[in-house]
DNA sequence: CGACAGGTTGAGTGAGCTCAAGTCGGGTGG
DNA sequence: CCACCCGACTTGAGCTCACTCAACCTGTCG
């Protein structure tokens, strides 16, 4: 679990230049993030593994740009596209932010958070697993058992999922039909199954009957993450 | 193009508590990023909007949530799904930052630009979106008219773009027949019709004679983007 | 030379889109 | 109070783009 170094030429300790040679990987997604990266020749991709095992890029690095920088630990796995030179920076560890004194920087870190949330949403194949993803994050802020507000539209929702109101629609429906959720009115909803909405929100759809399954890239053997990248 | 403040309780000038009805705006992307908010209570949406008008919600944001964080200006438009209360927090105007006091500032931002990229790609509707975006996205580190290298594999392009390595080779194909680019062996490309493919990355399919177009979600009346947010 | 990985292409299928009704609830006016 | 409208949501029927399955090509390596 922890990152492969190569090193190549030292210059100091917390600024050193590395080196890896094509398909190696510099570091696994939910290793702790001590580093980040600056590319200084050649191109990095970082990827999001979902537990299914299928790859959402999150990115390509080429000469100039920066990678890895996260908060505790890495959101995503980076590995080399082609042999590359990097140079590595001492993540600084930060204490719990003081607001009064920096406070768009913790905002800034909550705003890369956010987008991240949403890459991952739209990184889902299906619309059952999108739905199901954006039910348990939604979820995640009242708590599971309770009624849960859905105050936007159907519109919105599905503007937000990259899907249409009438896959909402009907994708919802299907959840009711299941028993998975209960409707209270368009916009409250109970979860009934919050194992099942997980377990379809990971990709991992064989779990329930509606075998809407559609990917099949790059699947790679399952991979267990730490619960702090569950979505 | 200027915020629609509703001012309630007022208490410092850079710590202010607004009111916005359900439905109104708050601010329009483009506009000079002054200020960045933290709900007090209400549900809050960012919308990035394309130049075809389709949307792409990049988040909704509850209490406690800040959004508008953004440089120079703002990425995508914030609206109240709610009666919302907000409070108000002046932007601190960044001078170029000291990559040696503050590099994980400066980094910070650019990961974010990157995500944000990243669901703008993700944002696309058809194969052929997706692909125009991803080129016109990484020419822009070489230049138009130079060949472009593309490192990476065709399933680390499907795995980005959320396509498969079949669709991927069929639309690159295709652009080919449209003589939209040229391939000097399956890792470089050179683009010939940069405006076209543009045009395609909009989500303007009516441009290309591909008829890919699918989406149809809520279409909006057409918004002339700043350049420096062309995707 | 064969094995293999990466890429291209064809045929068929199906998830999600389009088009089109139909339902429900809230607001407005006669 | 009811009639009507309007917007939001739901549902059905059919179509199509992207996926699946499968073959084939090309270049590289042992």
Redesign the interface.
């Known amino acids: 679990m922890s990152a492969h170094y190569a090193p190549a030429h030292g210059s100091r300790d917390n600024l050193l230049l590395l080196k890896f040679r094509k398909g190696e990987i510099i570091y696994l997604q939910g290793d702790p993030a001590t580093d980040?990266f600056e590319v200084v020749s050649g191109?990095v991709?970082t990827?999001f593994l979902y537990t299914d095992g299928?790859?959402?890029?999150?990115?390509?690095?080429?000469d100039g740009?920066?990678?890895g920088?996260d908060e505790a630990f890495y959101h995503s796995s980076a590995e080399a596209?082609?042999t590359v030179t990097l140079r590595r920076?001492r993540?600084?560890t930060k204490p719990p932010v003081d607001v009064d004194t920096a406070?768009?920087?913790g905002?800034?870190?909550?705003?890369?958070n956010?987008?991240?949330?949403?890459?991952f949403l739209?990184?889902r194949?299906t619309a059952a697993e999108r739905l199901a993803a954006f039910l348990i994050a939604?979820s995640r802020?009242t708590g599971s058992d309770k009624p849960l507000p859905l105050?936007?539209s159907r519109?919105?929702i599905?503007?937000?999922l990259?899907?249409?109101?009438h896959t909402v629609s009907r994708t919802l429906s299907e959840f009711v039909r299941q028993n998975l959720i209960t409707f209270d009115g368009p916009h409250w909803i109970v979860i009934n199954d919050h194992g099942a909405l997980e377990r379809l929100a990971s990709g991992d759809g064989d779990a329930a009957v509606m075998s809407l399954r559609r990917g099949?890239?790059?699947i790679a053997p399952k991979l267990e993450l730490a619960p702090q990248y569950r979505s």
């Open positions: 980040w191109t991709r990827c299928h790859r959402q890029l999150t990115g390509f690095h080429y740009d920066a990678f920088i596209v082609t920076h993540n600084v406070p768009e920087h905002a800034l870190q909550r705003a890369l956010s987008a991240r949330a949403c890459i739209l990184g194949r939604t802020r105050p936007m519109t919105d599905a503007d937000h990259g899907l249409t109101i099949g890239a790059s």
